[in-house]
């Protein structure tokens, strides 16, 4: 009985000390943590490798895809990426090529937070804004018909633009100093459906086939990063006022009169002059 009584009082002896650490705030992060991992600025430059397999693989198209981020602060990425490519089409019925260049600009958000200065792997999200101009050069076509026979005709040239916006995840590992690799998975989805109702482009690049309201894709990059240190003024500090004591003095009760001032000395001194003068007028 006395063993249950004595671990029942050391339970609650206990519970003071359970609530204490209970009611501790959290540590907040330390601003001079911030400011050592955020200490650097890095700018990447990456190439998508993947794309010239493609394009050795699919002859009928090509395309090249270049990727720059520069890193803001907080895990957050300013990304562009650019490139160029060109299709043919060279069926029996229908023959025509394209070519266009295109640009995306977006941002990428790392999910794993830094742990130094030194840290720059990164699995992230991100969003973009994607527009290609695109030439489309005269299409040539046959309508194959077994009972009234062929017939031919053509597809005026016309220059078109895409706008897209994309939804991007991935990740980036550093592999050597300066040097990483990593890929990117895309859902894009096109935004001005109506310019391409008639005749769409086969392949754009940096998008994917331009009949397609939305395609998903893929690269695999090989970045190198060029960084900087950065300058941090520091804050400034708030000015702090100056007591300056004020001391008064009062006279103490057994001090000496003080001696009568200017002015009233020559006073009394012209009364005397006065007096005097009265005597002698009298004798």
């Known amino acids: 009985m006395s063993k249950y009584f004595i671990n029942i009082l050391f339970l609650l002896l206990s519970l003071p000390a359970f609530a204490q650490e209970a009611e501790e705030p959290l540590e907040e992060e330390e601003p001079a943590k911030i400011v050592a991992v955020d200490s650097f600025s890095q700018m990447r430059i990456g190439f998508d490798i993947s794309r010239p397999v493609f ?30 490519g060109n299709a043919k089409v060279d069926y029996y019925d229908l023959k025509y090529t394209t070519n266009n260049t295109f ?13 130094s200065s030194h840290d720059w792997d990164m699995g992230f999200v991100g969003v973009r804004y994607g527009v290609a101009p695109i030439q489309r050069s005269v299409a040539s076509y046959v309508v194959v ?45 096109r935004i001005n459906k109506s310019s391409f109702q008639e005749l769409p482009p086969y392949y754009i690049a940096g998008y994917g086939k331009g009949d397609k309201g939305s395609v998903f894709d893929f690269n695999f990059y090989i970045n190198y990063a060029i ?57």
């Open 145 to 189: 018909d077994s009972f009234w026979g062929n017939s031919m005709g053509t597809v005026p040239a016309k220059n078109m633009t895409l706008h897209w916006a994309e939804v991007t995840a991935g990740i980036k590992v550093e592999l050597l100093r300066n040097l990483f690799a990593g890929w990117t998975i895309r859902g894009k989805f």
């Open 103 to 115: 640009f995306r600009l977006g941002i990428n958000k790392s999910m794993i937070k830094r742990q």
């Open 227 to 283: 960084r900087w240190r950065r300058v941090h003024k520091p804050a400034p500090q708030p000015e702090t006022p100056v007591n300056i004591p004020r001391t008064i003095v009062t006279p103490s009760k057994d001090s000496t009169a003080q001696p009568a001032p200017a002015n009233d000395r020559g006073l009394k001194g012209i009364k005397g002059l006065k007096d005097k003068k009265d005597t002698g007028s009298e004798e």
């Open 55 to 84: 394009n050795y693989l699919v002859s009928s198209r090509q395309s090249y895809e270049f990727e720059l981020d520069y890193y803001h602060k907080n895990d957050l990425y300013f990304v562009a990426d650019f490139g160029w």
